[in-house]
Nanobody, 114 residues
């Protein structure tokens, strides 16, 4: 199993970014997937989850209404559109899947700063 994130960067408060996570090594359309983030000096925290089909999503309250997770099973990729970014969103963002054990991507840095 391999997960590769991309799309992070530096953005001003109020700006937007779209993260991507491309997967390989498992039957992608059978597994729900999640985004987590880890801010400096803090523990990794759950952000959002999307079901295997994409029909169901869940979000942490801190991002609800601002972030949208989606997936394209034909491309074995999930996305997270992040709008109205705040300084508190600064973190390394990780893609996660459980396929008989935990798998994590390498992470992509998101920095929200003026």
């Amino acid at each position: 199993v391999q997960l590769v994130e991309s799309g992070g960067g530096l953005v001003q408060p109020g700006g937007s970014l779209r993260l991507s996570c491309t997967a390989s090594g498992f039957t992608f359309n059978r597994y729900g997937m999640s985004w987590y983030r880890q801010a400096p000096g803090k523990e990794r925290e759950w952000v959002a989850t999307i079901s295997h089909s994409g029909s169901s999503t869940n979000y942490d309250n801190s991002v609800k209404g601002r972030f949208t997770v989606s997936r394209d099973n034909s491309k074995k990729t999930i996305y997270m559109q992040m709008n109205s970014l705040e300084s508190q969103d600064t973190a390394v963002y990780y893609c996660y899947v459980w396929v008989f054990r935990d798998y994590w991507g390498q992470g992509t840095q998101v920095t929200v700063s003026s």
